[in-house]
């Protein structure tokens, strides 16, 4: 129940274009889904998150689409960029006083080709 | 305006000789989390400290221990490396219900 399954593993994108990143969950007590940009040697930032009570979210050229009752939720950048290029986490998170549970999906190593 | 700091940044040690890794932050955050991310590899969380309570993870090796002296730092002991424990080490923080805070990570090369 712990689990979250992220697709692709890797995903290659012409500039400009949209690049797509999905995550699947199983538990229902999580209630915060940020994603991490992560570049080589550095650790993880936050790019974006949301929470379940919103379907979507979005800032800038990213956008977070949640769908509560297929428990999966998606990144979106749009007019993807050569700096994109970078490895990107989804996490899902239960934040209980005390307990909380934290899983980051595998990762998905996205490249920008010009 | 480094938020989240690591020392070293780089650590070689060798087989069996325990180390430690720090991490401070200048954010105030009650919470301050400590990953495993070995490469090409989501980061594993080990650890964390909600406060001065300390939460294990239940697959996180009794060979890795924490200490959390004050709010500002974080220590990861690692009591006798092993050469599957070189990785990259993370410290990260929070507020409660809010996003993590990385730092740059910790490389740990065991000879």
């Known amino acids: 129940q712990q689990q979250v399954k992220q697709s692709p593993q890797s995903l290659i994108v012409q500039k400009g274009g949209i690049s797509i990143i999905n995550c699947a969950y199983e538990?229902?007590?999580?209630?915060?889904f940020p994603w991490y940009q992560q570049f080589p040697g550095k650790g993880p930032a936050l790019l974006i998150a949301?929470?379940?009570?919103?379907s979507e979210k979005k800032e800038g050229r990213f956008t977070i689409s949640f769908n509560k009752s297929a428990k999966q939720f998606s990144l979106h950048i749009m007019d993807s960029q050569p700096g994109d290029s970078a490895t990107y986490f989804c996490?899902?998170?239960?934040?209980?006083?005390?307990?909380?549970?934290?899983?980051f999906g595998t990762g998905t190593r996205l490249t920008i080709i010009p | 305006d480094a938020m989240v700091i690591q020392n070293p940044r780089y650590q070689v040690t060798q087989f069996g000789k325990p180390v430690t890794l720090s991490c401070s932050q200048t954010?105030?955050?009650?919470?301050m989390y400590w990953y495993q991310q070995k490469s090409s590899q989501a980061p594993k969380l080990l650890f964390h400290?909600?406060?001065?309570?300390?939460?294990n993870e239940a697959d996180t090796p009794d060979n890795f221990q924490s200490r959390r002296p004050n709010t500002s730092f974080c220590f990861l002991d690692i009591r006798s490396p092993g050469l599957g424990d070189a990785a990259m080490y993370l410290c990260?923080?929070?507020?409660?219900?809010?996003?993590?805070?990385f730092g740059p990570g910790t490389r740990l090369l065991v000879l």
């Open positions: 996490e899902a998170s239960a934040r209980d006083f005390g307990n909380e549970k934290l899983t």
């Open positions: 538990n229902t007590a999580f209630d915060y």
């Open positions: 990260a923080t929070s507020r409660r219900l809010e996003t993590q805070y």
């Open positions: 400290y909600y406060d001065k309570d300390f939460n």
């Open positions: 954010l105030n955050h009650n919470v």
């Open positions: 949301i929470r379940p009570d919103v």
